[in-house]
């Protein structure tokens, strides 16, 4: 096993892959940018680093300078997380020539999976259906718009480099194709310094549905089954399930095959995702290889009760896979919802700032995962993801049930969250009865507000009580019902006491 | 002392009156004129719990740049406005 592992990244799964090393015994060394000091994973590990300034392309982006500080703690393993360098082959093939292990795939792996055109020619290859679509990207705009008059509308036209929905374009007719071409291909240029597109035929309210593989070194693939992620804002992820209320038995049998196929096929090595887009007849289609561990990965960690950061690290330490695909039975259901620092009612605008208070939720069912702690300002310059609420159930009305409950426990005061969205969510009918596709939660969102619900009796008293309490004590300093107040006794009383308790015989 | 809320809610902006009189480890709270059957404290800083006629409130208090104070009450969201004749 590893005698100490980098951490390559920040914020949530920075601190979750340090917690799997903890339990695992291996000693952490972390990186941080200068606005990251009092970050959570600089608390929680056991060395750390500091790498430059907040600009991630001269701190968290740069290869050179995790190299020296692996180079300088000791490290004989680079763990990446997700985002930043995770998909970024030079990365691995830097950390193979250090003499590092990366915690991921292959470097060759990855470039063979991880664009999308690669990745559609390696499916077709592996008999895996694809939208109809090009293979490769498209240079000129007349050729793209030629194809697209033939395939018929509506198209989508995607970044070859692309992720996240940044540089993608639905187009619904011919007139307004030049202009998303442009549009999309600004967007890639500014997003990923390449602005090559491809086509594809844009399938109608698909659901995004994808498969977790693991992949030893020793040619052992197995699919951990799907994970179905169609709550999406602007093709964002924003709500994830398993298992997906759609996918049958022998669905999630035909897509863990073909997932498996193409993992096999493209020499993958390591936790990965196989996404896919299902259509209302249940036929799927590859979407995209994700080569390395995805935000939502406590979902299938909820259903199949494995730790997939630590199976991640016993992998890259060359261990075998300890089970097969038939061996892991997916037990009850598990949602996740990402918690923002953004204000649903300003367009989602980033909600950077001090949390002043913070309750988080507990009880039976909740995990949490995220990067905060009462106290911590989040800070403007990363996206702006707090935590990963996690609900596990017997059921998905149970985990749901657990899941609004966590959501009206969890309370964050100084700034602006996404809470409220999710409450809106979980009580519409649609999403109750599973009826969920990439663009439902933009449909939503357009339709008018529903009245907000009142509040019970009493809270509009209890409100301007406790607004004059917080007035008062703010006035007039520190009082008698503050906790530190109540709490300690004055020191003569508690000397008094204990004379009193020394004179009982 | 008596303090005057201008609070902020779904139901549009009401002006109420608060009055905090100290009495044994607490308060006695009278709203607008008339004595509540309430109990308020300061739990954490920035959360303040209310009983109100036997129901409990948790109120997550926020104080903005403009002096205005922002109040979570589960999902519930206020503004208050405070004018304290003392002030």
């Keep these: ?505 | 002392m008596k303090i005057e809320v201008l609070l902020n809610g779904v139901a549009g902006p009401k002006r109420r009156t608060v009055e905090l009189e100290p009495e044994g480890g607490g308060y006695r709270i009278l709203l607008d004129g008339q004595a509540v059957n309430a109990d308020a404290v300061v739990i954490a800083p920035y959360t303040i719990s209310i009983i109100l006629d036997a129901q409990s409130f948790e109120v997550h208090v926020a104080p903005s740049l403009d002096g205005k104070i922002k109040l979570q009450c589960g999902p519930h969201e206020f503004t208050a406005e405070i004018q304290d004749q003392r002030a």
Excluded at chain 1, 359 to 369: F, K, S, Y
Excluded at chain 1, 478 to 504: F, I, Y
């Design chain 1, 1 to 505: 096993m590893f005698r100490k592992i980098l951490i390559a990244n920040r914020g949530e799964i920075a601190v979750r892959i340090l917690r799997a090393c903890r339990e695992m015994g291996i000693p952490t060394v972390v990186v941080f940018s200068d606005v990251d000091r009092s970050a959570l994973h600089v608390r929680l590990a056991d060395e750390v680093y500091p790498i430059g300034p907040a600009p991630s392309r001269e701190s968290y982006l740069c290869i050179d300078k995790l190299l020296d500080v692996a180079a300088k703690a000791g490290c004989d393993a680079l763990h990446p997380g997700y985002g930043f360098l995770a998909e970024n082959p030079t990365l691995a093939r830097s950390c193979f020539d250090a003499g590092l292990t990366f915690i991921g795939p292959p470097a060759e792996a990855m470039e063979l999976m991880g664009s999308k055109t690669a990745g559609k020619q390696l499916a077709r290859r592996c008999d895996v259906a694809t939208v109809p679509g090009t293979d490769d990207p498209i240079e000129n705009p007349e050729e793209a718009q030629s194809l697209a008059r033939s395939m018929g509308y509506p198209v989508v036209l995607k970044a070859v480099a692309g992720g996240g929905g940044k540089g993608m374009r639905i187009v619904p007719n011919d007139a307004t194709f030049a202009g998303a071409w442009r549009d999309a291909c600004s967007e890639a240029l500014n997003a990923f310094d390449d602005s090559s597109l491809f086509l594809e035929k844009y399938l109608p309210g698909p659901r995004h549905i994808e498969i977790q593989v693991l992949a030893d070194a020793h040619g052992r693939v197995v699919s951990l089954g799907e994970r179905e992620c169609s709550v999406q804002r602007r093709y964002q992820k924003l709500i994830e399930e398993a298992p997906s209320t759609v996918v049958t038995p022998e669905l999630r049998r035909k897509m863990g095959e073909a997932a498996v196929r193409l993992a096999r096929a493209g020499g993958y090595v390591n936790a990965g995702t196989v996404e896919f887009l299902v259509d209302a007849d249940l036929n799927f289609y590859f979407l995209e290889v994700n080569a390395r561990l995805q935000v939502e990965h406590p979902v299938t960690e909820q259903v199949t009760g494995l730790d997939l950061v630590k199976l991640q690290i016993a992998i890259a330490a060359g261990h075998r896979l300890p089970f097969a695909w038939e061996s892991i039975t997916p037990r009850g259901h598990a949602m996740e919802v990402r918690l923002y620092a953004e204000d649903p009612d300003n367009n989602f605008f980033p909600s950077p700032g001090k949390l002043l208070s913070r309750h988080a939720p507990t009880g039976p069912g909740i995990r949490l995962d995220e990067g905060v702690y009462e106290g911590y300002t989040v800070p403007m310059e990363y996206d702006p993801l707090l935590s990963k609420l996690i609900a596990w159930g017997n059921s998905r009305e149970e985990t749901i049930a657990r899941l609004r409950r966590a959501l009206d426990e969890y309370t964050i005061t100084g700034i602006r969250t996404n809470v409220s969205l999710f409450r809106r969510i979980l009580g519409e009918p649609e999403f109750l009865r599973g009826e969920i596709h990439t663009t439902w939660l933009d449909e939503l969102l357009a339709r008018p507000r529903p009245p907000a619900t009142p509040p019970r009796p009493g809270t509009e008293a209890a409100a301007v009580i406790a607004a004059a309490l917080w007035h008062t004590v703010q006035y007039n300093g520190p009082s008698n019902t503050e906790p530190e107040a109540q709490a300690t006794p004055s020191r003569w009383k508690m000397e008094g006491r204990r004379e009193q308790l020394d004179r009982t015989p």
